[in-house]
């Protein structure tokens, strides 16, 4: 199942006031463009809370991490195909999960979990969305000013000489990484 972008048109409508329609046809795929690139910068989902299943190396060590900063249960997991008893491991809700006793597996794809994970909600991130399809939205073409005669607009730029366009800033990378997952 797909997961839901971290805004929705009418979402965005009511955060331009009404002046960006909900249904005009470019606002979905920029939501969803924009969303996309904030899951992949993070390398992982954030929100909201889901059930997900996932396999991942075992490290041979005893800390094995999942991709998430937000862990809230692991209802089941096995290690090279033989199941583990949950009630054995300790986990932290930044993902870290280690074993009473033992190492985990070395083996490559050696561990599949059923895990509970994300925010419930993240209203900086929802903004981030906000900002930049309002900003795509203003200046699909990228244009930054245009003239007729006497007439000109100037549109807000997302970076020097650039306006318009699924552009992250500085200020937005600054809150997404707290949500990014090191080495993501």
Not at 90 to 119: M, P, Q, Y
Not at 138 to 158: C, H, I, K, Q
Request: glycine fraction near 10%; proline fraction near 7%.
């Amino acid at each position: 199942m797909p997961l839901p972008p971290f805004l929705n048109p009418a979402e965005f409508s009511a955060g331009t006031g009404g002046k960006i329609a909900a249904d005009d046809p470019r606002v979905q795929p920029l939501i969803d463009g924009a969303t996309a690139a904030i899951r992949r910068y993070c390398g992982w989902h954030v929100a909201p809370v889901v059930a997900e299943s996932v396999t991942l190396d075992g490290p041979g060590g005893h800390l094995l991490s999942f991709p998430t900063l937000r862990l809230e249960s692991i209802t089941a997991l096995s290690e090279c195909g033989k199941v583990a008893d949950v009630a054995d491991l300790e986990w932290s809700e930044l993902g870290n999960v280690r074993k009473r006793r033992g190492c985990w597996t070395d083996r490559f794809r050696g561990i599949t979990a059923t895990i509970e994970h994300g925010f419930e909600s993240v209203p900086d991130v929802a903004q981030i969305v906000q900002q930049v399809v309002a900003n795509a939205v203003s200046s699909p073409l990228g244009a930054t000013s245009e003239s007729a005669g006497a007439l000109s607009v100037s549109w807000a730029t997302t970076a020097p000489g650039v306006s318009g366009g699924l552009s992250l800033l500085a200020r937005d990378f600054a809150v997404l990484d707290m949500y990014r997952i090191r080495g993501a």
